[in-house]
């Protein structure tokens, strides 16, 4: 957990954070649906991001601006990439990679 470890970085795809008013918010919800110390997550780790689709079925992209405000960052929205999964077409994920190798 980043509140209580320092780490280098740390990137979200998709991400589940808090409530999200679909079914699964009772099965994420004991991870997903809690209070989080952002400051806290913010002292201890030096580069953020976030990439969230524009029509993920399962996660609003109003949570993922939501998590971005909170660790002061800007969200990459991509067009159409569904929830990152084989069924959006996404077997590999070279974005992500590269993005991975530019954190200094």
């Known amino acids: 957990m ?3 470890h320092k780490i280098h970085a ?3 795809v998709a ?13 994420m919800g004991e991870i997903a649906n809690q209070p989080f110390d952002f400051e806290q997550i913010n002292n201890n780790c030096n580069h953020f991001e976030i990439m969230h689709a524009d029509n993920d079925p ?3 992209v109003e ?13 990459e929205i991509i067009e159409g990439a569904g929830h990152f999964n084989e069924k959006a077409g996404y ?3 070279p974005l992500l990679l590269e993005k991975i190798k530019q954190v200094p």
């Open 2 to 4: 980043i509140e209580r």
């Open 10 to 12: 740390a990137f979200f």
């Open 15 to 27: 991400t589940a954070w808090g409530v999200t008013g679909n079914e699964f918010d009772p099965v």
């Open 58 to 60: 399962y996660l609003p």
């Open 63 to 75: 949570r993922a601006e939501t998590l971005a405000s909170n660790l002061n960052i800007e969200a």
């Open 91 to 93: 077997t590999e994920f």
